[in-house]
C-alpha cells in the first residue's frame, strides 16, 4: 500500500556509553513495539562511590553475603569448622556470649554473625582485607571496622575466656604429674612475627634476625591458658618478662632458660632434658638427676603443645600481619582466648586430633645467662628440688626390681 510504514523488525541495541570508539556493554534488551525490556545477561557489578563498596544492588548484595553466610554455618559441622575453626554450636554460643557479656551488638548494618564470622575468618586463614570485601560484598572500611570490634569484645572478655589453675592434688593418680604436688601447670615463651615502623624493628629484632614480639604463655594440665603476655620486644628475655607474670601461690613448671626458684621449678642444667632426647634412645637415666629431667619435660611438654596447637589452628600467627603493633598483640591474646572458648564447647577438638608440624612448635631459644636475674637461686630451693628428684628416682628404681 502507497504511504504504508515499512514493517518494523525487532533489532537488538546495546545500552551503555561509548568511550573511544568503544562500547561498554552494561545489558542486552530486545526493543520491539510495545514490549518490555527483557534482561539477557548478567548484571554488571557498579561501585559505589559514597559506600566504597562493589554493588550489584541492595538486594543482590544482601543475598550474597546471607549465601556466603549460609554456607559456613548452615550446611553442618563440616564447612564451619574448615572455615572458623569451630562447630555450628560453638560459633552460635560464642556469638551469644559476645553479644552479652562482651558488648557486641548489631547496628542494622552487618549482622552479629556476619561480624564474628569474618573475624574468625581472618584469624583462621590469614585473609586480606579485600578478600573479605569481595566474599561478603563490603568496603575495606565496614571489614576492619567489625573486626576491631570483635576483637574489642574478646579482649574485654578476658576473665571469662581465661581458665583457672588448680594445683595438683596429693591423690593425684596420674603418672605425668603426680609427683609434682601442687604444680599449677607449666610456663614458657614463644616468638611471633610482626611487623613494625622501620625505627622499631632493632627492639624487636631477634638474635636469629627476626621481627618478633615476645609472648609468654601459662598453661594448666589441661592445656587451656591461664595467663599471657603479649607485648614484649623480640630481644627480651624471657626471665625479664616474668616480673609480670602474675602467679599467686604453688609453683609453675619452667625450662633451663629460667633460674629455679620459688614458684618456679627448673630443670637440672648440663643434663638430657628434652622428650625427643629420650626418645632417640632406650638408654635408661642413671641417677636423679636426668629422671627427674625426664619426667619435668614430659609434664612442661603441654605448654609446648598448648603453643603448637595454637600456631596450628590460627594461621594469622605464623606470618607478620600489617595491623598497628598494638592490634597484633591484642590479636594474640584473642587467638588464645579462642583456643580455650574451643576446647571447653566442644567435645572433640578437631586440630588436637592431628599430628603438629615442627614448624607449629616453639623454637627454644635459651636466654643469655647475664638476663637470667628475676629470680634467685637458693641452697633451700635447690634442696627441695633435689628432694623431689630423689623420690620419684627411688621410687622408679624399686618398681624396676620388683
Known amino acids: 500500500m502507497a504511504g504504508a510504514l515499512p514493517e518494523h523488525k525487532p533489532a537488538l541495541a546495546e545500552e551503555g556509553n561509548g568511550l573511544c570508539g568503544e562500547k561498554k556493554t552494561r545489558r542486552k534488551t530486545i526493543i520491539g513495539s510495545g514490549k518490555k525490556l527483557v534482561p539477557t545477561a548478567e548484571v554488571v557489578p557498579n561501585w559505589n562511590r559514597s559506600s566504597r563498596e562493589v554493588s550489584l544492588g541492595g538486594r ?138 622501620e625505627s622499631d624493628k632493632s627492639r624487636y629484632r631477634t638474635r636469629k634476625g627476626k621481627i618478633c614480639t615476645n609472648v609468654l604463655g601459662v598453661c594448666n594440665r589441661e592445656m587451656s591458658f591461664v595467663y599471657v603476655l603479649s607485648g614484649w620486644e623480640g630481644s627480651a628475655s624471657d626471665s625479664r618478662i616474668l616480673r609480670d607474670a602474675i602467679t599467686r601461690g604453688n609453683y609453675y613448671l619452667v625450662d633451663a632458660g629460667y633460674t629455679n626458684g620459688p614458684r618456679f621449678l627448673a630443670p637440672y642444667k648440663g643434663t638430657r632434658y628434652h622428650v625427643r632426647e629420650w626418645a632417640q634412645g632406650t638408654r635408661a637415666p642413671r641417677n636423679y638427676q636426668e629422671y627427674f629431667n625426664r619426667k619435668h619435660s614430659s609434664a612442661r611438654n603441654v605448654i609446648e603443645r598448648c603453643f603448637g596447637l595454637l600456631k596450628k589452628r590460627w594461621s594469622i600467627l605464623r606470618s607478620p ?82
Open 60 to 197: 543482590m548484595n544482601s543475598r550474597i553475603r546471607r549465601d556466603a553466610l549460609e554456607r559456613i554455618i548452615g550446611e553442618g559441622d563440616r564447612n564451619c569448622i574448615w572455615e572458623l575453626r569451630m562447630n555450628t554450636n560453638a560459633f552460635a554460643n560464642l556469638c551469644e556470649l559476645l553479644q552479652v557479656q562482651g558488648g557486641l551488638c548489631e547496628d542494622g548494618q552487618v549482622s552479629l554473625p556476619e561480624q564474628v564470622a569474618t573475624f574468625l575468618i581472618i584469624l583462621a586463614h590469614h585473609k586480606k582485607n579485600r578478600s573479605l570485601q569481595v566474599r561478603f560484598c563490603r568496603s575495606g572500611k565496614t571489614v576492619s571496622k567489625y573486626f576491631n570490634k570483635v576483637l574489642k569484645a574478646i579482649i574485654r572478655m578476658q576473665k571469662l575466656l581465661f581458665a583457672k589453675a588448680s594445683p595438683v592434688e596429693e591423690d593425684c593418680i596420674d603418672p605425668t604429674w603426680r609427683k609434682f604436688k601442687g604444680c599449677l601447670g607449666a610456663l614458657n615463651g614463644i616468638y611471633i612475627e610482626v611487623t613494625v615502623p
Open 321 to 402: 600481619s600489617f595491623y598497628p603493633i598494638k592490634t597484633q598483640n591484642q590479636i594474640i591474646i584473642a587467638c588464645c582466648l579462642l583456643q580455650n572458648f574451643i576446647r571447653k564447647n566442644m567435645d572433640m577438638d578437631p586440630e588436637e586430633q592431628t599430628s603438629f608440624l615442627d614448624e607449629f612448635l616453639p623454637v627454644e631459644e635459651e636466654a643469655p645467662d647475664e638476663l637470667i636475674d628475676v629470680v634467685e637461686n637458693t641452697n633451700e630451693l635447690t634442696q627441695w628440688r633435689d628432694n623431689i628428684a630423689i623420690e620419684m628416682y627411688e621410687e622408679w628404681r624399686t618398681s624396676r626390681t620388683e
